[in-house]
């Protein structure tokens, strides 16, 4: 079983809506959490990153919130648009191994 | 500042082959990763360089193998090649340590055949 889990697999949104993926993790000792942005055929990029004591996180429309105890973690796309259609990875570190989880593919419809 | 390039982006190599892979990392950026990504296993964390050392390493065969040099560029092998090799590698490189910000480069997609 994967240590990372992510849902929804996949997901269709329109133009301008919000929506929510989500990651839960039974990775331990927990280090970070990072989500990732993947366009089809290039690199992941950074979207955040948090540590053990933060619990929210943002960057521009995207806002991610993390609840160690329960091992959960969000990430939530405001307004979206066109250009957000990806792929979302949740990536959790422990502190000598990284697991990564299956995506969320996002497609924003106009 | 030039982003993370990897090279070759192609690359088509046969079973029992070995084959060598770059990666030079943002200037100033010390700590290269690696990654192979697949459809099927999706992203896995093979190594990572800092300072010319491996600090940490991935569970994958020995076939695998990477180093980085005194300029922070690294370098990754996979020898004896097999089908199931054929992935995206993609390598990333942050300031120090793995848990920065990681900036990923466009990967080189190896195909064996």
């Known amino acids: 079983k994967n240590q990372v889990e992510q849902s929804p697999q996949s997901l269709i949104i329109l133009e301008g809506k919000n929506c929510t993926l989500q990651?839960?993790?039974?990775?331990?000792?927990?280090?970070?959490l990072r989500w990732y942005k993947q366009d089809t055929g290039r690199g992941p990029v950074s979207l955040t990153i948090?540590?053990?004591?933060?619990n929210t996180k943002s960057n521009g429309r995207y806002t991610a919130t993390l609840d160690a105890d329960t091992k959960q973690s969000s990430l939530h796309i405001t307004a979206s648009q066109l250009s957000d259609s990806a792929s979302y990875i949740c990536?959790?570190?422990?502190?000598?191994?990284?697991?990564f989880g299956a995506g969320t593919r996002l497609t924003v419809k106009p | 500042k030039a982003g993370v390039t990897q090279t070759p982006r192609y690359l088509i190599k046969t079973r029992g082959q070995q084959v060598t892979l770059s990666c030079s990392p943002i200037?100033?950026?010390?700590?290269v990763s690696w990654y192979q990504q697949t459809p099927g296993q999706g992203l896995q964390f093979l190594f990572e360089?800092?300072?010319?050392?491996?600090?940490n390493k991935g569970n994958f065969p020995g076939r695998f193998s990477g180093r980085q040099f005194s300029n922070s560029r690294s370098e990754m092998n996979v020898s004896t090649l097999e089908l199931g090799d054929s992935a995206l590698y993609l390598c990333?490189?942050?300031?120090?340590?793995?848990?920065?910000?990681?900036?990923f480069g466009p990967g080189t997609r190896l195909t064996v055949l």
């Open positions: 990333a490189s942050s300031l120090v340590s793995g848990e920065d910000t990681q900036y």
């Open positions: 990651c839960n993790y039974t990775v331990s000792p927990f280090s970070n």
């Open positions: 990536v959790v570190s422990s502190f000598n191994d990284m697991r």
């Open positions: 948090m540590t053990f004591s933060e």
């Open positions: 360089y800092f300072s010319e050392t491996q600090r």
């Open positions: 200037s100033g950026h010390r700590s």
